[in-house]
Nanobody
């Protein structure tokens, strides 16, 4: 099994910044794909940003230029730097990991609230 633990969420004012972290542990042999998803109240979970083992990134249009995803392969960590936060960014953020072979794991989620 693989465990994912997110941290870094919280309350921030509009225009502020937060950095989310996700630590993967357990029976990890090789992580292929890491990503962050978000889920706002009453909405479906949606992909925010992804990064492959080679460092190729992809972002949802709504966060391009504001959010940056990165990973530390040696530590099995993935990060999401969020700048210029808006109230619409308020959601529970989930870490998502895909191993080579296709097995998928989810974190428990961390709340991000953007409000004045």
């Amino acid at each position: 099994q693989v465990q994912l633990v997110e941290s870094g969420g919280g309350l921030v004012q509009p225009g502020g910044s937060l950095r989310l972290s996700c630590a993967a542990s357990g029976r990890i042999f090789s992580i292929y794909h890491m990503a962050w998803y978000w889920q706002a109240p009453g909405r479906q979970r949606e992909q925010v940003a992804t990064i492959t083992s080679g460092g190729t990134t992809n972002y949802a249009d709504s966060v391009k230029g504001r959010f940056t995803i990165s990973r530390d392969n040696a530590k099995n960590m993935v990060y999401l730097q969020m700048n210029s936060l808006k109230p619409d960014d308020t959601a529970v953020y989930y870490c998502h990991v895909v191993l080579y072979g296709g097995t998928v794991f989810w974190g428990q989620g961390t709340q991000v609230t953007v409000s004045s």
